[in-house]
């Protein structure tokens, strides 16, 4: 799918934003471009690098939100375990969270059942604390996002054809 964005747009995102208001740029314009939901169809219409950037965005929100249990019981499993995220991020250069990705997606198999299965707010709750071998990744996720989102933003202008269409 191409994907246009105004050049003074992006300029702007970078000189005002730096790093993270590039990248939000960018899959802004991915994601209005999809119809704003990753659904089996938006994701048939982007190319992998789009897609996989959208799926950095949503990792980087439901971690920092509520770790990676929030983005499990989120209902977002399957769709960062089961494919090919994590390969992508190690391909883009960011090798740590690509095993981190592999970490969680170990314990996302072991727990699925229980993270996915329908609670209210304090059984929710409560699943941080019987399941504490999500707060390192969590942490560590947390100490790190700014180097994340630096080194997606770097690959992402190296390789900005390959996202969107520079008007």
């Known amino acids: 799918m191409t994907i246009t964005i105004k050049d003074d747009v992006l300029r702007c995102a970078a000189e005002q934003g730096g790093p993270a208001g590039f990248l939000e740029a960018v899959t802004k314009a991915v994601r209005e471009a999809a119809g704003g939901e990753i659904t089996a169809e938006s994701m048939e219409r982007l190319s992998t690098e789009q897609l996989t950037l959208w799926a950095f965005d949503v990792l980087r929100t439901e971690v920092e939100e509520g770790g990676f249990i929030q983005l499990i ?85 190296a390789h900005l054809n390959d996202f969107v269409t520079i008007e």
């Open 73 to 157: 019981h989120n209902g977002w499993g399957d769709f960062f375990f089961r494919n090919p995220f994590a390969k992508m991020m190690r391909l883009w250069g960011l090798r740590e969270l690509s095993k981190m990705v592999y970490e969680a997606a170990h314990l996302y198999r072991r727990y699925a059942a229980e993270l996915t299965a329908e609670m209210d707010d304090d059984e929710f709750m409560a699943l941080y604390e019987s399941h504490p071998e999500f707060d390192e990744l969590d942490d560590t996720f947390i100490d790190h996002v700014d180097a994340y989102v630096e080194a997606v933003a770097t690959y992402v202008d």
